[in-house]
């Protein structure tokens, strides 16, 4: 089967799902792409451009595969002559209507952040299949949507949101967590130093760095001993917190900075000990599942898809209430290292393409299939 991927936001987690997935699916999948920047414009006009370059490329497949960041109800209007009957997949990374606005932006004071979550929505009507990256997300966004379409003044469409839900399925992201395993490194015990903690997320506001480095601005005045490793993609807006960290940790920071390149992060992953979590908002969290792959500890808010990477029985152990609550228990990491003794590493292994890729060409193949049946 012949798979068309749209993605009008190529960078970051976007870009590698993508290509991860053309790599390891037994279809013969092919991207169609524009550069990860300016978010706001590409769900605008995103849409046109890769219309345009849809018509000129040739391109036959058999089925669409979309990314949350196309407006999907102007490609096809724009593409109907090539692509009217064609089964299309909407895969929500993220979602407009939940995720969280930056403190910085001025949309929402002005009353034009709907839009953008309209854009999800009406893509995901005109979708064949609505995917969700984890059952939190598709939880919190068809749980949302009711309230979202009776917000607007008449013939808001309420019913909308049932026969959205009703073609909704989780779909996991795919991972190729298999390629961390090449640079697993041997290290006997008498090499292991101070305890290491782990940031390996991105530099934004949603991943709540304040509270992060405030847990460990209160060990350090403690006298507990422990080093930090900052990783993840900064930027030039990144919270101010980071610069303040760096200088108040001092030499506790063994490295500051995004990670050259994968070998490099795969290497920090596993040199870590504990990863404590204090996202705002996360729909699926790839970078807590490579770390948990890699055998480092988590404390994870009792909230958000953190749950579904655990095993039900370790909830208890690994997931905190509140500040307090990590707070105590990242110190008792500390004065009594422990070690993961493999349950969270086997749990997340599902998350590997090696599983994934199975799934997700069976379902593409069933939608491919029904839309045919339905043809006839």
Known sequence: MKICLLEPFHTGSHATWGEEYARFSRH????????????????????????????????????????????LTTFLALTRTRTAGLPTALYFHENQLSYPWSPDDSDPALQRDAHYAFINVTSALAADAVL????????????????????????????????????????????????????????????????????????????????????????????????????????????PIFGEARQRLGARIVHFGYAEDFADYARWLWRADILPVHSRHDFFGASVVQALYCNCLPLLPRRLAYPEHLPEALHDR???????????????????????????????????????????????????????????
């Open 132 to 239: 969700f990256n984890s059952r939190f997300h598709c939880n919190d966004f068809l749980g949302r949507l009711p309230g979202f379409l009776k917000s607007f003044p008449d013939q808001n469409e309420a019913e909308i949101a049932a026969r959205i839900e009703k073609k909704s399925t989780v779909l996991p992201l795919g991972l190729d967590l298999r390629l961390l395993d090449r640079y697993r490194p041997e290290m006997s015990s008498d090499e292991a130093g101070s305890p290491l903690i782990l940031w390996n997320h991105r530099w934004e506001f949603d991943k709540n760095p304040e509270e992060f480095f405030a847990a460990l601005f209160r060990l350090q005045e403690e006298g507990l001993n422990f080093e930090v490793a900052i990783l993840g993609e900064s930027y030039r807006s990144s919270p």
């Open 28 to 71: 013969d999948v092919e991207l169609l792409t524009l550069p990860g920047r300016h978010w706001k414009w590409r769900m605008h006009g995103g849409a046109v451009t890769l219309a345009r370059q849809f018509l000129e490329s040739g391109i036959d497949p058999d089925l669409l595969l979309a990314s949350d960041m196309l407006d």
């Open 318 to 376: 690994y997931l905190y209430h509140n500040f307090d609550d990590l707070l105590g228990r990242l110190r008792d990491l500390l004065n009594n290292p422990l070690q993961q003794t493999g349950e969270l590493r086997a749990h997340v292994a599902q998350y590997d393409w090696g599983e994934q890729a199975g799934a997700y060409d069976d379902l593409l193949e069933k939608l491919y299939a029904k839309q045919n049946q339905e043809k006839t």
